[in-house]
């Protein structure tokens, strides 16, 4: 199946940051908007970033200020810098394009924000 891969993940103190990557697999790759999706536990899935092929990115509202996207085209690479995280960031991290395609999601990456 092909599929992105997601890493970065793990456990942080509230205030802390993550640094979260997505490697991608895709010839054409630089011609799809990507985005970071989150599933925080007995939640539905829920977008969090997105960024176009040439860079332009938007924010949902709960992330706006403390989370980053970006990308590389070269390395066919996705990231999500998070800042300032909060107990309620936990979730199950997954980057997709966006419009996501359901064949191709990834396992995800853990974000935990706990004292």
């Known amino acids: 199946q092909v599929q992105v891969v997601e890493s970065g993940g793990g456990l942080v103190q509230p205030g802390g940051s993550l640094r979260l990557s997505c490697a991608a697999t895709?010839?054409?790759?630089?011609?799809?908007?990507m985005g970071w999706f989150r599933q925080p536990p007995g939640k539905q899935r829920e977008l969090v970033a997105e960024?176009?092929?040439?860079?332009?990115?938007n924010y949902q509202d709960f992330v706006k200020g403390r989370f980053t996207i970006s990308r590389d085209n070269v390395k066919k690479m996705v990231y999500l810098q998070m800042n300032s995280l909060k107990p309620e960031d936990a979730a199950v991290y997954y980057c997709?394009?966006?419009?996501?395609?359901?064949?191709?999601w990834g396992q995800g990456t853990q974000v935990t924000v706990s004292s």
């Open positions: 895709s010839s054409i790759f630089s011609f799809y908007a």
């Open positions: 960024i176009t092929g040439d860079g332009v990115t």
């Open positions: 997709n394009t966006d419009p996501p395609l359901e064949w191709y």
